[in-house]
């Protein structure tokens, strides 16, 4: 039955049932009965499996396809009318041409299936930053996931009213060809479609493609910023709460740090930590001039494998029920689920992430894909910030930048200004370590963590950061971590995970001026005797070398940065090329 009695709804989803040709069509409304029916209908379609509901309330396994594991960069375009809009870090493709191919992959795509048309809110429903999207999707996979992951339901409707004002989306799994993937966003016209995919990534279109992509475009349109940014909450002895946000590349701590525990001397003393986002922040000036920050999602897809009691018994705690897994292997003595690096127990009698026989003894590969996925409700989240859904969101005290650098960037430094500190996040990167292809050590840049999920040109996102200190009266301040520095051996130096709460205990001290700092080339230091280091085996001298700056390192930093603007041409704002200009100098000096 139909939801809404908004025009521009339904007359867009009857075209795209024209095309698709579905065999029936199925409004979610969100409640829990309907879900249920869903989930009790793809287990018997074999599309997920139920687990241990004593051990594992609520909770499902699902296997993608083999070939279909992960998000696709090269499959993933931009396509506005101008090329030059998509810039040089973007696939381009004319919107013209590309829908025309998209029509003929689409077109009987549905036959013998049902299309889910799924309404959903990016943020909470009905505050001043909240989005509205419909994604229609052949995949009942994906509507639970999307269920979990976004508000969903008639509530998106009521809001919504005659609005012409929502992000449309299509998704059909067609025969998941990967010749024949495409993931993409016309953000010109407010439009995503993705076929060939089931991965989460590229088919879990509120997250990734709307509330990155497409939200990057509408945030230069309308004057606010959004950032692929952990958002936490730091609450001292005295009771304050302060946030920070946090942006760092895929395999560098980011859900740890967001859902960080204090060391054991600072939970004794009173802090605590609440995880108000793990991966993607929407951030718009207040009333008084900051920048206050919200999570437009409402559950985490969390990579699995190295999630433990350890790393991050928060994480652990949330994938605990109501979570769907997938692509993790199947324990079947117990029904319960198992990845590596869970626990030192590996199940002797289990299927891997592709349903094969599995055994440490007889394995082959590993149990579960390394980029195997829980898919869980914040709310499970044991440290989750009672502000989590205040429409408001929280002010924004510090953006963190950070990347995995064995040598260059020190343990923490403040940038000197909002202009540096826009230069600071441009220039980020990430060394490639010994299980990605390319060079060991050489360096991805990858701005702002937003290379792959920049929905316009990268230059221009950056003028728009270096606008926005107009409008910010009293702007967060920047800073830039590297908790990955190691030592002749290539062990890491600094202990990382809770003990990372020293080095944001002192960004924090910054932010409101109760520590000073020491110049430098590169920006402002800590004194050594400034950062906390009471209850962690790091001695004076281990952190004054932490808190190095290698100067001839950093010039062979700064001429790779060179390199890397060159791609950008005119389009890099003037304000970049002199803090490179500055910094050369500097350095020179
Ligand atoms: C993610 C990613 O899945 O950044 O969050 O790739
Ligand atoms: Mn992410």
Known sequence: MELTKNQHILNWINEQVALTKPDQVIWIDGSEAQLEGLREEACATGEITKLNQEKLPGCYLHRSDPTDVARVESRTFICCKKKEDAGPTNNWMDPEEMYAKLRKLYDGSMKG??????????????????KYGIELTDSIY???NMAIMTRVGQAIFDQLGDSPDFIKGLHAK?????????????????????INSGYGGNVLQGTKCFALRIASNLGRQEGWLAEHMLILGIQN?????????GAFPSACGKTNLAMLIPPEGYQKNGWKCWCVGDDIAWLRVGPDGRLWAVNPEKGFFGVAPGTNEKSNPNALATTQKGTIFTNVALNLDDNTVWWEKLDKNPPHNAL???????????????AAHPNSRFTAPAENCPCISPEFNNPNGVPISAIIFGGRRAKTAPLVYQSRDWKHGVFVGSIMGSEKTAAAEGTVGETRRDPMAMLPFCGYHMADYWQH???????????????????????????????GFSENLRVVEWILKRCFDEVGARETEIGYLPNVEDINLEGVDVSRETLADLLSVDKDLWKEEAAGVRGFYKQFGDKLPKELAQELDALEERLNA
């Open 113 to 130: 299936r049902t299309m889910y048309v799924i309404p959903y809110c990016m943020g909470v429903v009905g505050s001043p930053f909240a």
């Open 142 to 144: 994906v509507v639970l």
């Open 174 to 194: 067609a025969n998941l060809d990967p010749e024949e993937r495409y993931i993409v966003q016309f953000p010109e016209d407010n439009t995503i479609m993705s």
């Open 237 to 245: 002895p005295k009771g304050e709460i302060r946030y920070v946000t």
């Open 352 to 366: 891997d992430w592709k349903g094969n026989p599995w055994s440490p003894e007889t394995a082959e590969g590993p």
């Open 465 to 495: 950061w270096l606008d926005m200190e107009q409008s910010i009266a009293n702007p967060p301040k920047i800073f830039n971590v590297n908790w990955f520095r190691t030592d002749e051996h290539g062990e890491f130096i600094w202990p």
